[in-house]
Nanobody
Framework: QVQLVESGGGLVQAGASLRLFCAAA????????MAWFRQAPGKEREFVAT???????VYADSVKGRLTISRDNAKNTVHLQMNSLKAEDTAVYYC?????????????????WGQGTQVTVSA
């Protein structure tokens, strides 16, 4: 059974940092593309960042320069370092995994999802 478990969310002030973690189990992690999406109340799910099996990252324009995605294939984990957080970063952040090719920034095609972790940034 595949499991993706996120952690590391919390309540912080604007300008602060957080590091999100996603632990994967039950899949050959090293061959999967991993990604972070987020969803704020009343809004659609939004792409944040993705990293290929080979470690190549892609970011949404809104987070470039502030958020960094990385992965540790030895530990089956993917991370999201979040710096200079803004109120508009407030959302539930989801970890996702896909093996298939396709549009990496589209949530369609990601086969597995975590339960999400809440990030709240106060202005």
């Amino acid at each position: 059974q595949v499991q993706l478990v996120e952690s590391g969310g919390g309540l912080v002030q604007a300008g602060a940092s957080l590091r999100l973690f996603c632990a994967a189990a039950g899949l050959p992690f090293s061959i999967y593309r991993m990604a972070w999406f987020r969803q704020a109340p009343g809004k659609e799910r939004e792409f944040v960042a993705t990293i290929s099996s080979g470690g190549l990252p892609v970011y949404a324009d809104s987070v470039k320069g502030r958020l960094t995605i990385s992965r540790d294939n030895a530990k089956n984990t993917v991370h999201l370092q979040m710096n200079s957080l803004k109120a508009e970063d407030t959302a539930v952040y989801y970890c996702a995994a896909r093996k298939s090719a396709g549009a990496a920034a589209s949530w369609i095609g990601y086969e597995y999802w975590g339960q999400g972790t809440q990030v709240t940034v106060s202005a």
